[in-house]
């Protein structure tokens, strides 16, 4: 029988719709059967477990998955001997320190002798100790936010992405411990043909994230324009430059980062550019 990749996802939560779109961006389909935990890619020696994401590192460390999506901030907590392989760039946050919006906070001192809750307490500790603060850590599972308001600990360390969960909750965030994404973990000691297959799957999620930051761009530049124009542009190694119709103007074709086409499009236009069209790319192998 082939051999297959076994890869854990989470099962249902913040990084199970990013992780799924992620493997269907690689052209991999497959069915997933409602509520099962196991499922079978049709196009590619993959299969798939759905696990809780505190599950994940544990399960690729011992072997019962080959490779994992999860986030950095688990990762670090759990603590398990596997290879982190490739940040992905989804569920992106913080985990953060935050206190009550009246206490008068100025630095990381007034920890000192603090409670604090947290569900992730090995992180924390590490960050106290490397901070040179005495505090005492109060574990909890969830709903870390209500701790200061039922008087179980004075500050809390939770996951932060927009802030409002803490400020509704009374809150202010005074520190910021760790920042995390999405990352791809895998066994540390894979056989050689679950070591190719990763390899395949590796170059299709590069393609994709590579595809994700860049942009096809398409324009009409007045002749005497495009030197600058092309100047304008840092991300075009060679673009391409084509007579248009009417005389005096080209079409030129590039590839640009996002970010970058912002910073410089009012300048595009200063130079006559027109007709600018800014297309997604799907996937980009350069
Ligand atoms: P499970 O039931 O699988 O244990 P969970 O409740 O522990 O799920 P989620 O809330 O689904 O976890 O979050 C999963 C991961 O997504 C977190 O570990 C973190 O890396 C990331 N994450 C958490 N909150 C946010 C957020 N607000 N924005 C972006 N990413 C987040
Ligand atoms: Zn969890």
Not at 114 to 135: C, F, G, R, W
Not at 178 to 203: D, T, Y
Request: hydrophobic residues 40%.
């Amino acid at each position: 029988m082939e051999k297959k990749l076994r890869l854990a996802i989470q099962k249902s939560g913040r990084l199970s719709e990013n992780s799924l779109d992620l493997i269907k961006q690689c052209g991999i389909s497959y069915t997933q059967a409602f509520g099962k935990l196991k499922a079978e890619a049709n196009n590619f020696p993959l299969e798939f477990l759905f696990l809780r994401d505190d599950d994940i590192p544990k399960y690729v460390a011992n072997g019962i998955a080959d490779i994992g999506i999860v986030g950095e901030n688990v990762l670090l907590e759990k603590n398990e001997a596997v290879e982190e392989v490739l940040p992905l760039g989804f569920a992106k946050c913080r985990l953060s320190i935050a206190v009550p919006r009246d206490f008068s906070y100025n630095n990381i001192e007034d920890l000192n002798g603090m409670k604090i809750a947290t569900s992730y307490p090995v992180i924390l500790q590490k960050y106290l100790k490397e901070n040179d603060v005495n505090a005492q850590i109060q574990e909890i599972s969830g709903s870390v936010e209500i701790a200061p308001s039922i008087g179980l600990a004075k500050a809390v360390c939770d996951i932060v992405s927009s802030g409002s969960t803490l400020v509704s909750n009374g809150l202010k965030e005074v520190e910021v411990v760790f920042k995390s994404e999405a990352v791809l973990i895998a066994h540390p000691r894979l056989e050689e043909e679950q070591q190719q297959i990763l390899s395949q799957l590796l170059f299709r999620i590069k393609a994709v994230r590579k595809a994700k930051q860049n942009k096809y761009i398409l324009m009409n530049v007045p002749n005497k324009s495009i030197e600058k124009v092309i100047k304008l542009l840092p991300g075009m190694k060679s673009p391409t430059v084509m007579p248009l119709a009417d005389e005096g103007w080209s079409s030129l074709h590039s590839v640009v980062q996002e970010d970058e086409f912002w910073k410089v499009i009012e300048q595009l236009q200063e130079q006559g550019a027109e007709g600018i069209l800014v297309v997604p790319i799907e996937k980009m192998i350069v």
